[in-house]
């Protein structure tokens, strides 16, 4: 698996045990369910954003610029000279 499968599974994993968790702890009725719904909500911000900030790093690791697209596949599929997707 690359790097980046492994970095999105990650995020996806972190979040939705954030959210499984807070769900459990509703329906056990704990004090703290509250606070760890709005960490959830704070998670399902940040771990994309955590996540996108270490592949503009990477880029800056290869020589890139720190703008450069990190999602080269968008390129191929935008590109009008792309001879290799059908018409």
């Known amino acids: 698996m690359k790097p980046k499968r492994i970095l999105a599974m990650a ?12 769900l459990v702890l509703a329906l056990m009725g704990s004090r703290n369910t509250v606070s760890l719904f709005l960490l959830s909500i704070l998670c399902t911000i940040m771990v994309p954003l955590i996540i996108h900030l270490f592949m503009m790093l990477r880029n800056v690791r290869r020589g890139k610029n720190v703008m450069d697209e990190p999602y080269p596949y968008k390129e191929k599929r935008d590109d009008p000279d792309n001879k290799n997707e059908p018409e």
């Open 11 to 22: 995020g996806v994993i972190l979040i939705a045990g954030m959210y499984i968790a807070t």
